[in-house]
């Protein structure tokens, strides 16, 4: 009986911390959905303007997407990525042996941007507010913080229930787990979301596709190790403790 | 306490679980991650579920063999089990299909151990068809769990090879790419699956080979049965079946936990869980066996009851054995009686012959007088009696050497009879003595018996109108008669020569006799009715004519006679077609032998009877001869009466002197004539009678002639 409870709490604990690395890798990673474009040649003028725009702070959401969509994009939850040819001087044409040398760029967005509002037609002010994509937007950035940062909570509680030599507790730890995988399916599902709603706005160019990362499956196959880990964790805490309490019947007896 | 005890052995315990927890969820979650997407796109959307499937069934089985209860005995109660504790001994053998099985008794459970059963040092516990202790599954492997066990190994290969050849496609898809973070992460997980493919696939085949054999894995180590033949195995496939398709065992360890539960609300419930207990307790160890042999005890008493039972029975069978014994025994007493029977018939002749002398007054008076001399007379002379029989013995012994015709009997009973004449007057005297005392024991048998006389007479009635074979006896008796009046002329002369002197008077009785012994009827007819009208007067005819009644009423005595040597022959002889020869030789014989016995003294008697009865037996031709005599005898005795009541005192002192002598010349002439015809038994009776009176005639003629000389010439 104590050895089957032991297993399960070590068992659970095991996956609660894959979870976590997980969570953690796809939060910091950069790879959360990516485009393909073909290499653009003989646009030394147009890839110095649009560089810049892309990196001035007052680009707005087509500005960005254009950049993204022409020159191999990948955004993240909190940045977003563009790789270009390397020799970027004006003067001269690029030579074909140059061409094949990358560099990315990358940009993170700011707070305002994270919580600026969307509009109905991206690039036009005068449009009106999108309230979905405003709200999908937020949520996407906010979920996977908040996923972690319960799974965080639930180890302490943890750790505290090893400290005090009893798996009841335990059972606070199992419910925080399952509130983190509930928070982890919301942002993935989110984030689905809101990229299917921006490709209807900005239709993207005959040769540009686009698909999800890495960093995305990596969420996604998070919540299923969540829910195993708070599913032992509750199971080992109420046995344990409807056992303990009859045993401590017993010996009063 | 049990968070504690489980902290403590944290360290070293759980490591092996956690790292099969680490490889097994992270690779397979990597490879889904980075892997999967890709091959979902180039090769088929189904790689991605397959592999799902698969590793969801590979996780269930791993959570069942490490959750579940392997099947573990409850520990019995140290309360209930010290005494056990201390008399047990350490091993109990218990007989499976023919084969001893050890169980061992363990000291931390206090119980022995069920066959296949073990202690796991590890969980400090005993399990049932324990197998193994395994630390990836940080539990024990035994009967309960180890389909999921197997289970778990065999989707665990599958799974394995599935991952790394799904991988190694993604890498040759992408081989252009391999700094990339996708193929970078597929080719660890392939590195991962390739590294516990080797012993995974090892162990399972490991597993496979102790499933088929029905084997456990501690069996196998520990080398049991391993020389002789395993009594868990049931076949290949009944071995599989039974390990992934029977239902669960049972699980221990639950039930006495609600028992006590049940108990602790109600105290006074507790004696019947402890009955329970001890019920399971005894099974364990193993005091139902011995209950067992104590009913197989009774049963052997009940078979010991059964034959004690049996004993009684031979008993009785020697008991009836015995009994047949006494029916034996009384089937000779009957014979015995029978006998007895035979023996009293012969003194009923006798006592009609001296009946006529009651009958007259004056031989009535005369009689007691002579009693009381005979008697006198009887006792003085029983000594010389026993002389005169000793005298004889020699007598047998020196004639074998002088006669050859002395090998046969009647010529032995010939030779007796001359004897005592050679001797002379002290001779005579001394035959005279015992005739004599014969006559009175006859008398008294008489007196005291005359009651019975009268049912002798019922029985002779009875006897006459039954039987036919004594009118056909009667019938010869009739035609002698006539023989008798043709011959009634010569015997007249000898009468009148005898007549001026009383030796000439008693010679001329003799010779009288002895012409109707030769002439068996006739003479004896003739004679007895001239002397009777000439000398009695009327009242003595009268005597005559009672007289002749008796006469007529005698034979039927024999007959009384024949009935129970007919049973003795039937009991003694087998039955078949001689049993007709046989009877009536056996009734001629008894006729002779009482007849025979009556003259002569009692130890004479057994000689002659002898062998009458051989002879009776041997012939069966002579049956007509030996009646004639019979009738010669009785006529013969009638005619001697008559004359000492005519006689004077004198004449009557004479008379019994007479009569024995008459008496011993008659025996010797009937064994005579009795002798003869047996030696010529093949001759016909027609020819048998002549010889019979030519040498008679021959002997007696001489006798007439010359007293002396004539008992010299036939010597």
Not at chain 1, 56 to 63: G, L, M, P, R, V
Not at chain 2, 24 to 40: E, Q
Not at chain 2, 427 to 437: M, P
Request: glycine letters at 8%.
């Amino acid at each position: 009986m104590d050895n089957r409870f032991a297993t399960a709490f070590v068992i659970a604990c095991v996956l609660s911390l894959i979870s976590t690395i997980y969570m953690a890798a796809s939060i910091g990673t950069d790879f959360w959905y990516e485009y393909r474009s073909p290499v653009q040649e003989n646009s030394s003028d147009l890839n110095k303007s649009i560089w810049d725009e892309f990196i001035s702070d007052e680009a707005d959401e087509k500005t960005y997407n254009d950049a993204l969509f022409r020159y191999n994009g990948t955004v993240g939850l909190w940045r977003r990525c563009i790789t270009i040819p390397k020799n970027m001087h004006w003067y001269s044409p690029p030579e074909r042996t140059e061409s094949f040398d990358v560099v990315t760029k990358c940009v993170s967005f700011t707070l305002t941007e994270q919580f600026m509002e969307k509009f109905v037609d991206p690039g036009n002010h005068n449009s009106g507010i999108d309230l979905l994509r405003t709200y999908l937007w937020r949520c996407q950035f906010l979920l996977p913080f908040v996923s972690l940062g319960l799974m965080c909570f639930g180890a302490l509680i943890g750790l505290c229930a090893c400290i005090c030599r009893s798996l009841y507790p335990t059972i606070a730890t199992g419910i925080l787990h399952l509130l983190a995988g509930l928070c982890t399916l919301g942002s993935v599902s989110c984030y689905v979301a809101g990229i299917e709603l921006l490709h209807q706005k900005l239709e993207l160019p005959d040769n540009v596709s686009g698909e999800f990362g890495w960093s995305f499956c990596l969420a996604c196959v998070s919540a299923p190790l969540q829910f195993m880990a708070s599913a032992l964790f509750i199971w080992a805490a109420h046995t344990n403790r409807k056992e303990y309490t009859l045993m401590k019947a017993y010996r009063v007896a | 306490m049990p968070a504690e005890s489980g902290k403590r052995f944290k360290p070293s315990k759980y490591v092996p679980v956690s790292a099969a927890a680490i490889f097994l969820v992270g690779a397979t979650t990597l490879f889904f991650a980075f892997t999967c997407p890709g091959l979902s796109l180039y090769v088929s959307p189904a790689v991605p579920i397959y592999n799902a499937i698969m590793f969801l069934f590979v996780l269930a089985n791993f959570s069942m063999a490490t959750f579940m209860d392997p099947g573990i005995f409850p520990r019995a109660e140290e309360d209930e089990d010290k005494e056990d504790d201390f008399r047990a001994p350490l091993y109990k053998t218990v007989e499976i299909k023919g084969i001893q099985v050890r169980m061992k008794w363990c000291a931390t459970c206090r119980f022995y151990r069920p066959p296949r059963c073990s202690h796991c040092s590890v969980c400090d516990n005993c399990v049932e068809e324990f197998d193994h202790h395994c630390p990836w599954v940080n539990n024990c492997i035994g009967r309960r769990n180890y389909r999921y066990f197997f289970l778990f190994l065999l989707s665990l290969t599958a799974h394995i090879m599935g991952v790394f050849g799904f991988g190694l496609l993604y890498v040759l898809y992408h081989i252009e790419e391999l700094s990339g973070v996708r193929t970078a992460v597929t080719m660890a997980v392939m590195c991962v699956a390739g590294l516990f493919f080797i012993p995974v696939a090892g162990l399972t085949g490991f597993h496979v080979v102790l499933v088929a054999r029905g084997r456990t894995t501690n069996e196998q180590v520990t080398g049991k049965f391993r020389g002789g033949v395993n009594p868990f195995t049931n076949g290949c496939c009944n071995n599989v079946s039974r390990v992934l398709c029977s239902s669960p065992a049972p699980r221990y360890l639950g039930r006495p936990k609600k028992e006590k539960t049940i108990v602790i609300r109600p105290p006074f419930l507790r004696p019947e869980v402890s009955d329970g207990q001890i019920t399971v307790k005894i099974m364990d160890n193993g005091i139902q066996g011995e209950l067992r042999r104590t009913k197989s005890k009774g049963s052997l008493e009940i078979t010991e009851s059964q034959s004690a039972d049996a004993e009684p029975p031979p008993p009785p069978k020697p008991d009836l054995s015995r009994y047949t014994g006494l029916r034996t025994h009384l089937g000779l007493a009957t014979n015995e009686d029978s006998s007895l029977l035979a023996k009293d018939s012969p003194p009923t002749p006798t006592m009609y012959k001296y009946r006529p002398g009651y009958s007259s007054s004056s031989t009535s008076a005369a009689m007691p007088h002579s009693s009381s001399a005979k008697l006198s007379r009887g006792d003085s002379l029983k000594e010389p009696t026993s002389i005169a029989e000793s005298s004889r013995h020699p007598s047998y012994r020196s004639e074998p050497s002088l006669e050859p015709e002395s090998f046969r009997s009647p010529t032995f009973g010939k030779s007796f009879h001359f004897d005592p004449l050679s001797s002379g007057s002290r001779s005579s005297s001394l035959k005279s003595a015992q005739g004599t005392g014969f006559e009175l024991g006859q008398l008294q048998s008489i007196r005291s018996e005359g009651t019975t006389s009268t049912s002798y007479k019922s029985l002779a009635n009875q006897t006459r109108n039954g039987s036919l074979s004594y009118d056909s006896l009667l019938t010869p008796s009739d035609s002698p008669d006539f023989e008798s009046v043709q011959a009634g002329p010569e015997p007249d002369p000898p009468l009148g020569y005898t007549s001026p002197f009383l030796s000439a008077r008693l010679a001329q009785q003799r010779e009288a006799e002895r012409h109707p012994r030769l002439v068996p009827t006739g003479p004896t007819h003739r004679e007895p009715s001239p002397v009777r009208y000439d000398n009695l007067s009327r009242h003595i005819v009268a005597s005559l004519q009672e007289r002749e009644k008796l006469l007529r009423q005698s034979p039927p005595l024999p007959g009384r006679e024949e009935e129970p040597g007919l049973g003795d022959s039937g009991i003694q002889s087998t039955p078949g077609s001689g049993h007709a020869p046989r009877t009536s030789s056996s009734s001629d014989d008894s006729k002779r032998s009482p007849l025979g016995k009556t003259p002569l003294g009692r130890p004479a008697v057994p000689r002659f009877g002898k062998p009458d009865g051989l002879r009776g037996r041997g012939v069966g031709s002579p049956e007509p001869g030996p009646t004639a005599p019979y009738l010669g005898r009785s006529m013969s005795y009638s005619s001697q009466k008559a004359q000492p009541g005519v006689s004077e005192t004198e004449e009557v002192a004479l008379q019994p002197l007479l009569t024995p002598k008459d008496e011993v010349q008659l025996k010797t002439t009937y064994s005579k004539s009795n002798g003869q015809p047996k030696s010529l038994g093949s001759a016909s009776p027609g020819p048998g009678q002549p010889p019979l009176s030519s040498p008679t005639r021959g002997g007696v003629k001489k006798v007439s002639g010359v007293g002396g000389t004539t008992y010299e010439i036939s010597v």
